[in-house]
């Protein structure tokens, strides 16, 4: 599976709150931008939105807060994915539920590290949220 290769780093810190507070604002960025609902549109999609609200409802639900820094510091570069990726992603029904699709895209920062971008799509109404962010441990970096 090929992986895109994004210009943004991945965010500095080790401050849960130092981290959260260059995450958050980088969401508010986009979030300033509607009325409505947060969203970024996807060229893999054909320009349909992924809406990125599920993100921080499903980061909250972390309890570790190593977990939810180690996230949060490939948010930024998960937008760039979202956004410009055309490479196929792995696509799997979800497991919990039938009514929907995951995707997972694979990215690297500017500093060669893996990571997955996580979309989940409801088969009916065909909305798309994004659902985690995490990095990919299989794949460390470019040898």
């Known amino acids: 599976m090929q992986a895109y290769k994004t210009k943004i780093s991945k965010l500095s810190g080790t401050d849960f709150h130092e981290v959260y507070y260059k995450a958050f604002s980088s969401y508010q960025k986009i979030?300033?931008?509607?009325?409505?609902?947060?969203?970024?549109?996807?060229?893999?999609?054909?320009?349909?939105?992924?809406?990125?609200?599920?993100?921080?409802?499903?980061?909250?639900?972390?309890?570790?807060?190593?977990?939810?820094?180690?996230?949060?510091?490939?948010?930024?570069?998960?937008?760039?994915?979202?956004?410009?990726?055309?490479?196929?992603?792995?696509?799997?029904?979800?497991?919990?539920?039938?009514?929907?699709?995951?995707?997972?895209?694979?990215?690297?920062?500017?500093e060669n590290d893996f990571f997955c971008v996580q979309i989940k799509v409801e088969k009916r109404s065909g909305k798309k949220w994004l659902m985690s962010v995490f990095p990919d441990k299989q794949k460390k970096t470019f040898r």
């Not at 909250?60 to 949060?72: A, V």
């Open 31 to 110: 979030k300033n931008k509607t009325k409505r609902r947060p969203y970024v549109r996807s060229v893999y999609f054909k320009k349909d939105k992924v809406f990125l609200e599920l993100f921080w409802h499903h980061l909250h639900e972390k309890s570790n807060f190593r977990d939810k820094i180690r996230r949060m510091k490939y948010f930024p570069a998960a937008i760039e994915v979202i956004k410009n990726s055309r490479f196929d992603p792995d696509v799997i029904e979800n497991p919990n539920n039938i009514s929907e699709m995951l995707y997972r895209f694979t990215g690297t920062t500017k």
